[in-house]
Each structure stands twice: as C-alpha cells, then as structure tokens.
Nanobody, 123 residues
Framework: QVQLVESGGGLVQPGGSLRLSCAAS????????MGWYRQAPGKQRELVAV???????NYADSVKGRFTISRDNAKNTVYLQMNSLKPEDTVVYYC?????????????????WGKGTLVTVSS
C-alpha cells in the first residue's frame, strides 16, 4: 500500500504561481511513476504531468511551458510548480503514484491517489 498526502493548493490571481507537493509513504520502493492529475466537476480526471523515478517527464499540452513537475526520490516527494496560472486551471488536483507494472512508467501497475487539493485561480 502507498499513502499520498498533497499540500500547496489555494487561491491565486491569474498570472500567479503555486507549488503543489505530494509526499508518499508506505511501500515506496514499489513506486515507478508519480504524477498529477486534475478533475473538474462532471468531467473525467485528466493527466497534468507525470515523472518517472529516473526523471523522464510527460505533460498535457494545456500546461506545457507553464507547469514543471519534479521529484525528490530521497524524500519520496513529487512537486508541481505552476506558473502563469489561468482561471481555467481552477480544479481539484490529485497526486498519483503508480506501483509495480512494466517499465519506468509502470504500465498496467497499481494506481494510488491522494485526496486532492483545490487550486483556485481568480481575481
């Protein structure tokens, strides 16, 4: 089992920045990829950014150039630096850890989720 605890959400003005953090505990040695997803009311959860243990990354087109994902393996923590925030970035962000599976991305592995943190971009 893996437990994930997010922090760093809140209210920010358009154009501002926020940094989300997610600390993993439990069976951390089973974790391959970690990432961030977001979900608006009535919509499917969508990928924001993901990073492998080795540092390879993948981003949604909507956040490329604005968001940066990073990972501290020693602290079992993943971060999401969000710059140039827009009102449409206002949603709940969820931390994800993929355990087991195949390869660095953990294909067909087991997904663990945090409880989510709300980001509100508004003037």
């Amino acid at each position: 089992q893996v437990q994930l605890v997010e922090s760093g959400g809140g209210l920010v003005q358009p154009g501002g920045s926020l940094r989300l953090s997610c600390a993993a505990s439990g069976n951390i040695f089973s974790i391959n990829a970690m990432g961030w997803y977001r979900q608006a009311p009535g919509k499917q959860r969508e990928l924001v950014a993901v990073i492998t243990r080795g540092g390879s990354t993948n981003y949604a087109d909507s956040v490329k150039g604005r968001f940066t994902i990073s990972r501290d393996n020693a602290k079992n923590t993943v971060y999401l630096q969000m710059n140039s925030l827009k009102p449409e970035d206002t949603v709940v962000y969820y931390c994800n850890a993929r355990a087991g599976g195949v390869g660095p991305w953990g294909v067909d592995g087991v997904d663990y989720w945090g409880k989510g943190t709300l980001v509100t971009v508004s003037s």
